[in-house]
């Protein structure tokens, strides 16, 4: 696993900053999906669980998994988020491995994560693997463009490449969006 690339949890104060609703505004990705009120999402790579909250709101008396590899992210979860989002549940997770029944969700989302992938494919096909038939997984990663938030350019995907990625995991009816402006996103389905 390459460290250089993981978010470093020291910094996790970043992840909290409500500015980033700004840029990744789940209130417009949302209607993308073009989904119903589903019962479980599973969040990969939730990190403090901020946007683990804003998905919450669209969960039906259902759940929603906030995945991590980090135990200093998961902690910060249970201790902030789980007692005032009781749907929101913390899942330890590892490189490429969720510890989650087969085709338990509706949604799949990771949120600039891609680009910290040490193997995107294994990662995508535990998604996938996570997913019920017709679920959909939500992919939004940083534009490989020089800006002054974000991973280092040489560490971001492009989307076309991600979509390569979707396909040769067995997903279709993958779609790009191109409405936000310091991230792409992309849609897909089991």
């Not at 996790?12 to 900053?17: P, R, T, V, Y």
């Not at 899942?91 to 085709?103: G, H, I, T, W, Y």
């Not at 799949?108 to 891609?114: A, P, S």
């Not at 990625?165 to 991230?183: C, I, W």
């Amino acid at each position: 696993m390459r460290e250089d690339k993981k978010f470093d949890p020291k910094h996790l104060d970043k992840l909290n900053n409500p500015e980033r609703l700004n840029d990744i505004p789940v209130r417009r990705i949302w209607p993308v999906l073009e989904m119903e009120y589903p019962g479980t999402i599973v969040d990969i790579g939730a990190g403090t669980g901020f946007l683990s909250t804003q998905f919450a709101a669209y969960v039906t008396g259902g759940v929603l998994f906030a995945c991590d590899l980090s135990d200093i992210m998961i902690d910060w979860i249970k201790e902030n988020v789980s007692p005032i989002y009781k749907n929101i549940l913390p899942v330890k997770m590892e490189e490429s491995r969720v510890p989650l029944d087969d085709a338990i969700a509706d949604l799949v989302y990771m949120i600039t994560l891609h680009h910290e992938l040490d193997d995107p494919e294994a990662m995508l096909l535990e998604c996938r693997r996570l997913l019920r038939e017709n679920g959909k997984l939500l992919i939004i990663d940083w534009k490989k463009e020089e800006m002054k938030e974000g991973p280092p350019l040489k560490i971001r995907c492009l989307p076309e490449d991600v979509r390569v990625q979707l396909e040769e995991a067995g997903f279709g009816n993958v779609s790009q969006y191109d409405f936000l402006t310091k991230h792409f996103c992309l849609t897909a389905e089991k």
